[in-house]
């Protein structure tokens, strides 16, 4: 069974920083895509920040030059470091992987990490 787990949020006044790191643990054969979503109260959920298997990364334009998204494909691991927070910040944010698990050829699926949250408030 696949599992993402996420870590690292949590409560930063405006301008502080946040780092959060997502492990993707189980019986996983490759896994393509990884990126970071969120949510805000009353929103749909968006993209923030993707990178694909090779490194190349997309983000948001909302978030660009103050988030970096990182991946060690060794430890299966994706990080977002969110620098500059604002209040429009504030949301779950959600880990995202496009992989293909041992013994599925090779179909890939999508799987979620169960949010974390991040709240930028003075």
């Known amino acids: 069974q696949v599992q993402l787990v996420e870590s690292g949020g949590g409560s930063v006044q405006p301008g502080g920083s946040l780092r959060l790191s997502c492990a993707a643990s189980g019986s996983i054969f490759r896994i393509n895509d990884m990126g970071w979503y969120r949510q805000a109260p009353g929103k749909e959920r968006e993209l923030v920040a993707g990178?694909?298997?090779?490194?190349?990364?997309n983000y948001a334009d909302s978030v660009k030059g103050r988030f970096t998204i990182s991946r060690d494909n060794a430890k299966n691991t994706v990080t977002l470091q969110m620098n500059s927070l604002k209040p429009d910040d504030t949301a779950v944010y959600y880990c995202?992987?496009?992989?293909?698990?041992?013994?599925?050829?090779?179909?890939?699926?999508?799987?979620w990490g169960q949010g974390t949250q991040v709240t930028v408030s003075s």
């Open positions: 990178i694909t298997s090779t490194g190349t990364t």
């Open positions: 995202n992987a496009e992989l293909t698990p041992y013994g599925m050829g090779s179909r890939s699926f999508n799987y």
